[in-house]
């Protein structure tokens, strides 16, 4: 399953010209509002025609302005969860849902509906008329009624920006099941960092109308040159790892690339998946692995890339393992350990500095035949 | 029924008839032009907005005229209606109906034509992305959330039909059983000396039938707007 997408368009003050793949997962179209991401995703829809351009799904072209080739948004099969619902407001939720199931039954393997139902909890929802349905409760059926209609991509428009903090949270668990549980490529638009660090396989940075970064997660998110663009005070680097034990002190220890962490207790058995985020500002960095210290993580690594800003800040990007992390110390540190590309250090993180909600699980299917590797 | 005699009766069983067929006929090519209207844009627009404006603001006689001079025996488009599918308009019912339903037209167009612009096009995106062909869409989506505003325009332009009296004189005169409908039986009554008795019951009639038809329109639009969840 791979997306490959190549468009230039056109308007009055504003000009797209961007190109990306998006292998299997979630690839997070990453932006602020403006940078033409919505323009970008209604394109490979079909619900704007690009000035030029192409758009193929495993080797199908579905849009190719040179050969004259632009499928209607209905024969593309992409299902489409806009950020403001767009439930049919004279149908049922049930209605809803089997709305694109009726147009989908000559076209590849059904959905089961009551494995999507089951699978977004919205079963108890179905008899409901969607005018009556909370603002979480309305994305999770459009994002059922996507599924259903079965696409082979599914595009996703900022579904959680207009939620408050706690549907947010009550909807990106079902996102990650989607994700590792349908094997849908899936194109998130977002212009939230913490968002697309939960949840994104590839991240595609966008910059007015122009692609200014793509590429796997991991490596978008520890590349100094990129920091600004997810905010300074945001940057940091995601771990893929393994949950190994659980502690009698109320620790989990989770097994990366590069070692073990500790980290505050979490939930799921050994051998479950997790993504964890790590600030760029709560890691230190010592030259010899400091004894009598309280923190608890110290991980081997070594300087691979040093990024010096305008002010007292400097970002070093480590390699640790196969993994990269990204610190944020000051200049002044950087000189006094005379840190340099190939310098052997170590990285110091307190336990309690990852916030629980900075670590999320990841089902096995997806991670052990995933990219992250 | 004792309240009318045969000729008020005859009066208003016509007038339901022709208004009836009037309005149901006229639905179909109503809703096109309000699709027309509201959703596109070419050159002829403004002459096309025009033309379906003109009876609302035309003397009425002037556009009887008008379809005498196009659908009567004789003229272009009537004799070609007749000669070739036996279909004539002058000094029938058929043309009373016609003539009905071409006043009636701009205001069920206008009705149907607000419904139109007040439907989210978004919705219909939607409908797209999940496989729904654009006449799809229109019958699943946006047919159903215009019902409000077909219902309202046809019960307006039945309403207007009922109570038509200019053009249809002026086309198709005012023959007992044929053409006399409401408005001219009452007009015919007023010419007759000692008549003004029958005048008044069908006056009455035209009342109860027009809050009848309002009541009914009022009731159905809720009824839709309820289960379609808008005000």
Redesign the interface.
């Known amino acids: 399953m791979s997306v490959s997408v190549s468009l230039r368009h056109s308007f009055a003050d504003f000009a797209l010209d961007a190109a990306f793949e998006a292998p299997r997962g979630v690839t997070a179209l990453f932006g602020r509002s403006g940078s033409g991401k919505t323009t970008l995703v209604n394109a490979v829809a079909g619900l704007l025609k690009p000035d030029e351009g192409r758009v193929e799904i495993d080797g199908e072209t579905l849009l190719d302005t040179n050969k004259n080739v632009a499928l209607p948004a209905h024969k593309r099969r992409i299902g489409y969860v806009f950020q403001d619902g767009r439930l049919f407001p004279h149908m049922s939720v049930a209605a809803n849902l089997r709305y694109g199931q009726r147009y989908s039954d000559k076209r590849g393997k059904p959905q089961e509906f009551d494995a999507v139902v089951g699978m977004l909890g919205i079963g108890h929802l179905l008899q409901r008329s969607p005018v009556s349905l909370s603002g979480g409760e309305k994305q999770r059926v459009a994002i059922g009624r996507a599924l259903l209609s079965s696409p082979r991509l599914l595009i996703m428009d900022e579904p959680l920006a207009s939620l408050d903090e706690e549907r947010k949270q009550e909807i990106l668990p079902y996102l990650e099941r989607l994700r590792d549980e349908t094997g849908i490529p899936l194109i998130y638009v977002s212009h939230s960092v913490s968002e697309v660090a939960r949840l994104a396989t590839t991240v595609v940075i966008l910059r007015q109308g122009r692609v200014a970064a793509c590429g796997p997660a991991g490596e978008i998110f520890a590349d100094p040159q990129f920091a600004p663009a997810f905010g300074i005070r945001e940057a940091g680097s995601v771990l893929d790892g393994k949950i190994t034990r659980h502690h009698e002190d109320g620790l989990t220890e989770i097994a990366v690339s590069g070692g073990s962490l500790l980290l505050p207790e979490l939930a799921g058995e050994p051998g479950a998946s997790v993504r964890v985020r790590i600030s760029a500002h709560e890691v230190m960095l010592a030259l010899k692995p400091p004894q009598d210290i309280s923190a608890l993580n110290v991980l081997p690594v070594t300087v691979t890339q040093l990024k010096y800003g305008d002010g007292p800040g400097v970002l070093v990007q480590l390699q640790c393992g196969t993994d990269r992390l990204l610190a944020r110390i000051t200049r002044r540190s950087a000189q006094a350990l005379a840190l340099a590309e190939g310098a052997q250090c170590h990285a110091i993180l307190k336990s309690v500095s990852v916030a629980q909600e900075s670590v999320w699980r990841q089902s096995r299917a997806f991670s052990e035949s995933g990219f992250s590797g | 029924m004792d309240f009318l005699g045969p000729q008020e009766w005859q009066a208003v069983a016509l007038s339901l008839k022709v208004s009836f067929w009037a309005t149901l006929l006229s639905l179909p090519a109503g809703i096109a032009v309000a699709l027309v209207l509201a959703r596109t844009r070419f050159p002829g627009h403004f002459l096309l907005n025009t033309l379906v404006h003109l009876p609302l603001v035309l003397p009425p006689v002037a556009t009887g005229y008008l379809l005498l001079l196009t659908f009567g025996r004789q003229a272009p488009v009537g004799g070609f209606l007749s000669e070739w599918f036996g279909i004539v308009f002058a000094f029938r019912w058929t043309g009373a109906a016609l003539a009905a339903a071409i006043m009636a037209f701009p205001l069920m167009v206008r009705a149907i034509r607000l419904a139109i612009e007040a439907v ?1 096009p ?2 219909e ?10 006449l ?2 229109f019958a ?2 946006t047919l ?2 215009i019902t409000p505003g077909v219902i309202a325009g046809a019960v307006l332009a039945f309403a207007k039909a009922m109570g038509e009296f200019g053009a249809t004189i002026t086309f198709v005169s005012n023959i007992p059983g044929q053409t006399r409908t409401l408005p001219t039986a009452i007009y015919t009554f007023l010419q007759v000396p000692g008549a003004e008795g029958a005048a008044l019951r069908l006056v009455a009639i035209s009342v109860a039938i027009a809050m009848a038809a309002l009541l009914f329109s009022e009731w159905i639009s809720r009824r839709v707007a309820a ?4 005000p």
């Open positions: 989210d978004k919705l995106e939607a409908a797209s992305t999940l496989g729904a062909s654009r799809r869409v699943t989506v159903p959330l289960r379609i969840g808008s």
